[in-house]
C-alpha cells in the first residue's frame, strides 16, 4: 500500500537550499502515518511505502541530490514524483489504451 501526500503543482521542492514549507509538511505528514502504523499495526508495517507529489521536474532536475538525502532521512520508503511525472504517467497510460482499441 502507498500513503500519498499530495501538494501544489506550484509548491517548490526546496527553497533557498532548504526543503521548503510544503515540502517539510509532506514529510512530516508521512512520517507522521508511517509512525501510526509502526504503533498501531507494526506487522503490516513493511508492506506500506510513502509518495510524495510536489513541484515541477525542473525544480527536481536543480536539486535532485538534495531531494534524494531527505527522502533517505525520513526513515522510511519514501519516493518523490513531480506533477510533470504524473502527466507522462497519464500521456502513456492514454497511449496504450489507444493502441490496445487498435488491436
Known amino acids: 500500500m502507498t500513503l500519498v501526500e499530495i501538494q501544489l503543482n506550484r509548491d517548490p521542492i526546496i527553497q533557498n537550499n532548504q526543503p521548503s514549507s510544503s515540502m517539510k ?41 538534495s531531494i534524494k538525502d531527505i527522502l533517505s532521512k525520513i526513515g522510511y520508503p519514501v519516493s518523490l514524483l513531480t506533477y510533470d511525472d504524473l502527466g507522462d504517467s497519464i500521456d502513456n497510460i492514454l497511449s496504450q489504451l489507444v493502441q490496445a482499441r487498435k488491436d
Do not use: C
Open 25 to 65: 509538511e509532506a514529510v512530516e505528514q508521512l512520517r507522521d502515518w508511517f509512525e501510526w502504523i509502526d504503533s498501531n499495526e507494526h506487522s503490516t508495517l513493511s508492506r506500506y511505502s510513502g509518495l510524495i507529489v510536489i513541484g515541477r521536474r525542473e525544480s527536481y532536475r536543480k536539486n535532485e541530490r
